[in-house]
């Protein structure tokens, strides 16, 4: 049996809310596996708190830019070791000018991005000359970009969290655009539509609600269809564009785009939460 450490349990109630004792249990388990232990609690009825689009992390930076054309945008995350140096005026403008970097040149990815000159250095280069300067470890984490007729940013207060949609047309009132990112980020969505969902998540979603039907008592003939309808309060809860909408929960965010132009939607979206 795995040992289970204190500090790995308050790790999972972190993540899930779910109690100490029933945390320790789903561990003990899986050996210590916290994907495994999260559907465990999940299966035995235990309401989680949804972390599955943030990516773990320590501290550090989210930074989101996009071009004066909203035509291109790109998200950053520079990490370090403590709150004090994430919120230190110079690591901020660091890891701005990295993001504007990136915006610049939208390089293919994290590797091709570290490879781009910032200060006479390459950016890898000069994040290692940061370190000895912070006196911490600084790492350039994660990277991604948008290209689309309209890509709007959102950075929550904080510069802990930060998210970049893309929507299909331009939009006369930049405030729709940023009413959606920032639905994004209090809502942690896991696709654009059901259509996009990941066909594993999908079957894990369904075989969980086979699991809480049948540990209700359910007639067996009727799991698959209650499994079915979880699915769809799932899609729901979790597409974007099924949502309600977090300024008006009589609509979805559909219909909220569609109030702007019928012919208005998501393209797709970007979001990084660092854990706190």
Known sequence: ????????????????????LDCKNALKETGGDFEQAIDILR????????????????EGAVIALTNEEH????????????DFVAKNEDFIKFAYSIAR??????????????ALSINGKSIG????????VIGEKIELSFYAKEESPYVIPYIHPGN???????????????????????????????SVDKDNVPQEVIDKELEIGREI?????????????????????????????????????KIS???YLKQTDKALTVNSFVRFALNN
């Open 71 to 82: 035509t291109k945008g790109a998200l950053i995350v520079l990490n370090c070791e403590t």
């Open 160 to 190: 802990k969290l930060a998210t970049l949609v893309s929507l299909n047309q331009k939009v006369a009132d930049i405030q729709t655009a940023k009413d959606v990112a920032m639905q994004v980020a209090a809502m942690s969505p896991v």
């Open 1 to 20: 049996m795995a040992d289970i450490k204190a500090a790995d349990v308050a790790k999972l109630r972190k993540m899930t809310g779910a109690g100490m």
């Open 253 to 255: 965010v559909a219909d």
């Open 43 to 58: 299966k035995k009825g235990q309401k989680i708190a949804s972390k599955r689009a943030e990516r773990e992390a320590t």
């Open 125 to 132: 280069e000069e994040v290692l000359n940061q370190t000895g």
């Open 213 to 249: 039907a049948l540990q209700e008592g359910k007639p067996a003939a009727i799991v698959d269809k209650i499994a079915e309808g979880k699915l769809n309060k799932f899609f729901k809860e979790n597409t974007l564009l099924n949502q309600q909408f977090i300024k008006d929960n």
């Open 101 to 114: 970097v990136a915006l610049e040149n939208m390089p293919a990815d994290l590797e091709a991005l570290k």
